[in-house]
């Protein structure tokens, strides 16, 4: 019996700890920390978000322009909401840009401040879309990532639409999961029909918002297919082909029908698909081309995500496949781990990120490699890429390597906020100067002049004239609304398709006027037709009368110049000499101008390279002008000139039509 109660009221032996439980505990105890502080860190990031946004804030206009013609659109809006449409891009984010335009005026400070109220909106509704359903410390990570973006502060404070699309898209996955959450064990029309129609809607407002959208329905469709919500799968494409045909069926028509959208749609859609979107004249992209503008961006596009993130230096290894590999393999880990903890909403993530990368990858231009297009899409990046580290160190036999996880994460972030505090120290200087009422500090003396011109010009010239320029929305923005006529680039044509198929009555002749008589050259000018160009050379191509036909060739025999062509294929055989080479026709563009009663012009010395001044510029305006002086000398009048010859000037010229 003694032994008995010995036995009962004996101490319990004390069992060890297994040292794989201890090291199992730290993602728990990351996780449940925070969990119980998740809103606390949402405002964190939110209060750093705005803090840096605002210490980046910049009051000017960007030298890509893309920014001003939003808000010229937004203006066009506001004065006149259903005699204009936005076509170049997706046109959401001008609609809304016409709101506070209309209160307020082109008011660039509140335009802005707009874009960051956005930028907010985005990172709160991300954190509501994604909370619960994957982990915080995941979750969180990306999200002050984020935040703290040198690239995504600097246009969180500008009129880009990134910050408009991270908000719709973060709208779209709080809708998106909603339903997916309330159709676990059926579709239940009644019960769920608003969340229906709300997918389907914030599913086409992104469309509207993002071209590259389109791949939306494909995404809806093969998520819930995948998880066999086969009715689910249906009702949410009908919702969104509801809204879809609401809006192209009645509302489009309805408002905009007399503006002929439709060739205006198809022109941008045409754009997308040439060769290069600034020379139409090289034609479109088969598809052996589409393949390699694909690989292309691809390689550029990672490159970039992995400069703006901190983790290359731009000087190093430019660009190359590496950093898609890097990319791939993260992905595929995400992936593999999703599936077999069924962690659905990494599906989500990926499944967006793919359809949206290989849209931008396949209809975008090699030359239009942007960061910020990649850039948009670094939350949901991060969150695959941060899910995958923390699959991978919950295996069991690497589990103590645990611990590298919040340490990456820590060393991570601490290279954006310096990359951010670096730039906020040379930005701010710049705030105070424009802020205290010097618009021009900052500037580089090209734009400067090119601003200043646009000024003289709108405040000299009569407000019924139309005056071209090469950044036409620009202009705008810092005349306080005068219209400007853009010119991008300059109207081509591949010689093969230009000179086989021109039509010429006379005797065909090109050459180069270097070496000709003055007397010879005025006899042929009046009979020019083209020019056919490569990157060395310039021929002049013409179609010359019977007689002075005589006359030109003995003249180029007297002055002993043989360089010239006496029909198309022998030019076309010494163009097939270059790597690149087009023809342009002066009529064309003097039409263009004349049709378009455009009075005036202003050519700048805008830097092809903007950090340094160097003999490249971007030559679009003057070679408008030099092509059509080739044929008719005298139409462009030089009447205003800002700047000294040496200093980037930017001239004004009256544009003195010849007589039809």
Sequence with gaps: ??????????????????????????????????????????????????????????????????????????????????????????PLYCMFLAIPIAIFGVNLILLKMFSIVFFLLGIFLYFRAFRGRIENIVLLPALFLTALNSLFLFYAGQTFTEAFTLFMSGWFFCAFFKLDDATETGANIKENWGKFLLVGLSAYLLLLARNVAIVIPLIILIYFLFQKKWLTSLLSLCSFGLFYGLYKGIIEPLFWGHLNLKGQYAAQSNMMWLKNPYNPGLGTEDFNGLVTRFLENAKLYSTQLFNITGLKSEAVAPFNYTFVAILVAFALAALVFSIIRKNRRIWAVLLYVSAFLSATFVSLATSWAQPRLIMVYLPLIA????????????????????????????????????????????????????????????????WINYFKASEWAADSLPKEKIIACRKAPMSFIYTGGRS?????????????????????????????????????????????????????????????????????????????????????????????????????????????????????????????????????????????????????PNTFEKIHQIGKDDEEPAMIYKINYPKE
């Design 383 to 446: 969150i695959f890429v941060f899910y995958a580290f923390c699959a991978l160190l919950r295996i069991k036999k690497i589990r103590w390597l645990q611990w590298t996880y919040p340490i990456l994460i820590v060393l991570f972030l601490f290279v954006n906020i310096k990359k951010v505090i670096g730039e906020t120290e040379k930005s701010l200087p710049v705030l105070e100067q424009n802020l205290a009422g010097d618009k021009y500090y900052g500037l580089t003396p090209d």
């Design 484 to 632: 400007f006529y853009g010119i991008s680039s300059v109207p081509s044509t591949v010689p093969d398709s230009a000179l086989k198929v021109s039509k010429f009555e006379h005797h065909f002749a090109a050459t180069n006027p270097q070496g000709m008589f003055v007397r010879t050259y005025d006899s042929i000018l009046p009979y020019m037709k083209g020019l056919a160009m490569t990157d060395k050379q310039t021929y002049y191509v013409f179609d010359i009368p019977d007689k002075t036909f005589d006359f030109f060739v003995s003249d180029m025999k007297l002055a002993n110049n043989k360089t010239y062509f006496d029909t198309p294929q022998l030019l076309l055989d010494s163009l097939k000499t270059h790597d690149k080479s087009l023809v342009v026709y002066p009529d064309q563009m003097l039409d263009r101008l004349r049709k378009d009663s455009v009075t005036y012009i202003i050519d700048a010395s805008l830097r092809a390279d903007p950090n340094k001044k160097t003999e490249n510029k971007i030559t679009t305006i003057t070679r408008w002008i030099n092509f059509i002086q080739a044929q008719y």
């Design 1 to 90: 019996m003694a032994q008995k109660i010995k036995q009962k009221h004996s101490t319990p032996k004390k069992t060890k700890t297994s040292p794989v439980q201890q090291k199992v505990e730290l993602f728990d105890k990351m996780e449940k920390f925070f969990t119980r502080h998740s809103q606390a860190c949402l405002y964190l990031c939110l209060a750093v978000a705005l803090l840096f946004s605002l210490l980046l804030f910049n009051v000017r206009i960007t030298d890509s322009s893309d920014d001003a013609l939003y808000i010229e659109a937004g203006y066009r809006y506001a004065k006149s909401f259903f005699n204009y449409y936005y076509t170049s891009t997706a």
